[in-house]
């Protein structure tokens, strides 16, 4: 009971997260939507399936669940709002991003395509 509790908080903890990220340049949105999708299958079958049904996030949560493959428009949408964070932020602040821009897009860019 507690821990599908902790799966419900943290699948709308990573919501709102990710409906933040929508916004906000720094903040990845489909990796929250991802994390939320797999909270709530582990707590809710209802919200999950309104997840996945959704028309906007839907078919990427579905595209990473069946194949695990990231779209080429969500992998220049992370290098760009990573570009944006660089170009804005004044040094030491910039080298956060530029640290987890290595990563994270090094990861991204490896994945399939659809």
């Known amino acids: 009971m507690i821990k599908r509790r902790l799966y419900l908080a943290a699948g709308f903890t990573s919501v709102a997260l990710g409906t933040l990220g929508t916004v906000l340049p720094l903040l990845p949105t489909v990796p929250f ?54 170009a804005t932020l004044p040094l030491p602040w910039s080298l956060i991003p530029l640290g987890v821009a290595v990563i994270s897009l090094t990861w991204i860019w490896r994945r399939p395509e659809v």
């Not at 997840?51 to 779209?71: I, T």
């Not at 969500?74 to 290098?79: G, L, N």
């Open 33 to 86: 939507m991802i994390l939320a999708a797999f909270c709530f299958a582990r707590s809710s079958p209802a919200l999950e399936a309104r997840l996945m049904d959704h028309p906007r996030f839907g078919h990427h949560l579905v595209a990473w669940r069946e194949k695990g493959v990231v779209s080429r428009r969500a992998k220049w949408s992370a290098a760009t709002a990573f570009a944006i964070s660089l």
